[in-house]
């Protein structure tokens, strides 16, 4: 009988995943380093996007709303494409609104 192997995603392997934690202050800037892309990091003080949206306690539709914006310039060379998608789930937002007062 031949032995059956687990197939793991890309990101099994990946530190910080499956028991892996940073220790030293380099673990934890490798890290973060390597799985937050720069364009989701902001140039001066170099909040994350997740965190701000974190901090707000936003909901999903805000959150991801909020992501679009502010990477729109920084991801593409066209701003077009996550300011429509922003535009997008901010009428998510206010449908859900809309729903909810009926």
Known sequence: MAKQTTKHNKYYYEKGRNGWTPTTTEDVLDYKEKKVPDYYIGKIYKYEARKVI????????LGTATSYILRCSRKHDNAIECIQKAINHLEFELDAINNKND
């Open 54 to 61: 974190e901090d707000f306690d936003l909901s999903y539709n």
